[in-house]
């Protein structure tokens, strides 16, 4: 276990400042201050070679939870444990073995080639010369920017740049590597380039925790996913453990040839009625195994055709996040 | 030590290369800052000129203590000043937070990041200065240049504690790049000789917050005229230092508790 997170909580103090000019001139002089739970307890352990997806809604405190994992913000109590350390106690010994992508901030250096800020990161980490070319050299090759690390940041493409800010992130060889929101923005092949990078890297060793609203993120990549709400852990297993979370639900399109018998029985939700001889319907196996089904609709009726499919992931996040 | 002198070159590097990446402005905002910090001291050559002076100083005095302000402002503003700016500019764009997952101080981070080659024009400009009005006068003898040099160097020391001030308010007054307004507001004072303000401002100048120490004292100690209470403006700079290392760290605390 390399991570270890036990009943974190983190408060902020907000002010409230009104929105006529009356309240916000009042509010110049006297402030009315609101306490803000972000995180309310949050407790997990992550083991060495991981990758664990954070998902939930904006604002329900994944950054939070990311910035006190990452050494950047003090928790207002709880215990975090990470590779030996408490981040916020001994920050420097510990990013020094931490990486972090942001997909909003930039670590590059808008007007210089990213080599540049490669370099500023190698006096940052002292990096000894040949770890640095070996590295750089593998990074560059495995994610196809050869040509792009000598050209000014500004003009490269997102795409280009964020695979730029990964090699900044990892040229010191990270054990733990924290991701925030990686691919905000990209095209389709750059994901697919990053996320292969993301999966090779992982394949080496590397620990990645990763937050993303982007649901093939953690379908393609995280085999366990957290989900937070309103600063509680809601959730914490694996991806099919999430698909099969609010029941076992299927997606069933049927064609019948004479009409369709009536749908009003347990187990069977009409999403879509096309027509009388076609229908698109949620099916609760638990309630009605899939053959009883079958059997009802023949029985009545004869299928012509028939497709059956898993509740797509966003369906079940959904439902998660309006808990 | 070696890592941290590497570390900074490879800050000046960079920042350098940011700031070549478009030469023309490289070159021109280097030539505006010197023709705003030949304003001061062409000031004082017109009051010269025109018969008036400053009372026991003559011209070439009054340029040297000058040159000196110059030239310890060009010295700190490209070199550590620019924390001031690099950390309002940071907080505002929430940037603060990547010099955190760096393997070093967040100040050290703040110096190495935040090199300002625009202000070399002020160190072009103090260098120019100095060597004019020290042409003019007769030649300081060994023992005055040591007296000098050191305590230029708490002149720095001011100059650093001043920083720490700064940045640690542009940390928790978000974007507020007027707090620089405040340095120059009070740091003005220690390019005049002191006899020219009354007791009051003297005591400030020197036991208090010792600005006298960025131009007037090591320059008068140069010109052979050691400034009252140079001792006490050398203690209180140090003072300042420390209590601004402790202003900074307060604030640099409530911003990690508190979140940008």
Redesign the interface.
């Given at each position: 276990m390399i991570i270890n997170v036990e009943n974190l909580v983190k408060t902020?103090?907000s002010y409230e400042r009104g929105n006529t000019l009356k309240e916000v001139a009042v509010s110049l002089f006297v402030r009315k201050t609101k306490l803000v739970e972000a995180v309310k307890g949050i407790s997990f352990s992550i083991d060495k070679g991981e990758l664990v997806g954070f998902l939930g809604p904006n604002g329900a405190g994944k950054s939070?939870t990311l910035?006190v994992l990452?050494?950047?913000?003090?928790p207002t109590s709880g215990k975090v444990d990470i590779l030996g350390y408490t981040p916020?106690k001994d920050?420097?010994?510990y990013?020094?073995r931490?990486g972090?992508v942001?997909g909003q901030?930039?670590?590059l250096?808008?007007?210089?080639p990213p080599l540049?800020?490669f370099?500023?990161n190698?006096?940052?980490?002292?990096i000894p010369d040949s770890n640095f070319n070996k590295k750089l050299n593998y990074m560059v090759e495995l994610l196809g920017v050869e040509n792009l690390v000598k050209k000014?940041t500004r003009l490269l493409s997102l795409g280009e740049r964020m695979k730029c800010e990964f090699i900044m992130a990892m040229l010191h060889s990270p054990e733990i590597v924290f991701l925030d929101e990686p691919t905000i923005g990209l095209d389709v092949i750059a994901k697919e380039k990053i996320r292969e990078f993301i999966l090779e890297m992982n394949k080496q060793g590397v620990t990645f925790i990763l937050t993303t609203h982007d649901l093939g993120d953690i379908e393609q990549l995280a085999k366990r996913v957290i989900v937070i709400n309103h600063g509680e852990m809601i959730f914490d297993n694996t991806i099919d453990a999430l698909k099969s979370h609010l029941g076992t639900k299927k997606l069933v399109s049927i064609t019948t040839q004479a009409p369709i018998p009536p749908l009003e029985i347990p187990g069977v939700l009409v999403k879509n009625k096309l027509s009388d001889y076609n229908a698109e319907l949620e099916l609760d196996v638990n309630i009605m195994e899939l053959n009883q089904f079958i059997d009802y609709i023949n029985k009545n009726s004869t299928i012509n055709d028939m497709t059956l499919q898993e509740l797509p992931i966003e369906e079940v996040i959904k439902k998660l996040y309006t808990i | 030590m070696i890592n941290a002198i590497k570390l900074h070159l490879q800050g000046i590097k960079s920042a350098l290369a940011v700031r070549m990446a478009y030469r023309a402005d490289f070159f021109i905002s280097i030539l505006i800052m010197l023709a705003v910090e030949a304003f001061m001291p062409l000031v004082t050559y017109l009051i010269y000129k025109n018969g008036a002076s400053l009372p026991g100083w003559n011209m070439y005095e009054a340029l040297l203590i000058q040159g000196v302000f110059m030239l310890s402002r060009g010295i700190s503003f490209p070199f550590f000043f620019g924390m001031v700016w690099n950390t309002i500019q940071r907080v505002q764009e929430g940037t603060f937070d990547l010099l955190l997952i760096k393997p070093k101080s967040v100040l050290q981070m703040l110096i190495v990041t935040g090199f300002d080659s625009e202000d070399l024009g002020k160190l072009i400009g103090g260098i120019v200065l100095f060597t004019v009005s020290l042409v003019n006068i007769p030649f300081p003898g060994l023992g005055l240049w040591l007296k000098f040099i050191v305590l230029f160097f708490v002149s720095l020391v001011v100059m650093f504690g001043f920083g720490l001030i700064l940045s640690g308010f542009g940390i928790v007054w978000i974007g507020n790049f007027r707090v620089y307004e405040i340095f120059f507001s009070i740091a003005n004072f220690g390019m005049y000789p002191a006899n020219i303000f009354s007791k009051a401002v003297v005591t400030f100048i020197t036991a208090i917050i010792p600005v006298a120490m960025l131009g007037f004292v090591p320059a008068s100690q140069l010109l052979g005229r050691p400034a009252e209470g140079t001792l006490i403006a050398v203690v209180s700079s140090i003072v300042f230092l420390f209590v601004s290392l402790l202003f900074w760290k307060a604030m640099f605390r409530r911003y990690n508790s508190a979140g940008g």
């Open positions: 902020f103090k939070t910035k990452t050494g950047i913000l003090f916020w920050r420097k010994k990013v020094a931490i972090a942001f901030k930039s670590q250096l808008w007007d210089i540049d800020a370099n500023l190698k006096a940052i980490y002292s000014p | -």
